[in-house]
Nanobody
Framework: QVQLVESGGGLVQPGGSLRLSCAASGSSFRINFMAWYRQVPGKARELVARIFSSSDKTTYADSVKGRFTISRDNAENTVYLQMNSLLPEDTAVYYC?????????????WGQGTQVTVSS
């Protein structure tokens, strides 16, 4: 199994920055991709950004392009989300997501979520 542990959420003023981290741990696994999703009450969870381990290919939601940057440290199985120019509408619970190969099977994992609040 793979465990995802997030950190870095908090309260920030509009225009400010935060960096989220997510570390994957476990035994004998290979990460295919890691991603960040976010969810606000009453709405579906939405993809914010994704990065593939083998190619560094990234995908961003239109709403965060140019403001957020996803990056990874493959050696540490860690993914980061640098969030700049934050807006009140970025307020949400942010979840780390990973697709990992364990043995011969592929699984999808979620972190516990970290609250990001953008408010003055």
């Amino acid at each position: 199994q793979v465990q995802l542990v997030e950190s870095g959420g908090g309260l920030v003023q509009p225009g400010g920055s935060l960096r989220l981290s997510c570390a994957a741990s476990g035994s004998s696994f290979r990460i295919n991709f890691m991603a960040w999703y976010r969810q606000v009450p009453g709405k579906a969870r939405e993809l914010v950004a994704r990065i593939f381990s083998s190619s560094d290919k990234t995908t961003y939601a239109d709403s965060v392009k140019g403001r957020f940057t996803i990056s990874r440290d493959n050696a540490e199985n860690t993914v980061y989300l640098q969030m700049n120019s934050l807006l009140p509408e970025d307020t949400a619970v942010y979840y780390c997501n990973a697709e990992a190969v364990v043995g011969i099977r592929t699984f999808n994992y979620w972190g516990q979520g970290t609250q990001v609040t953008v408010s003055s």
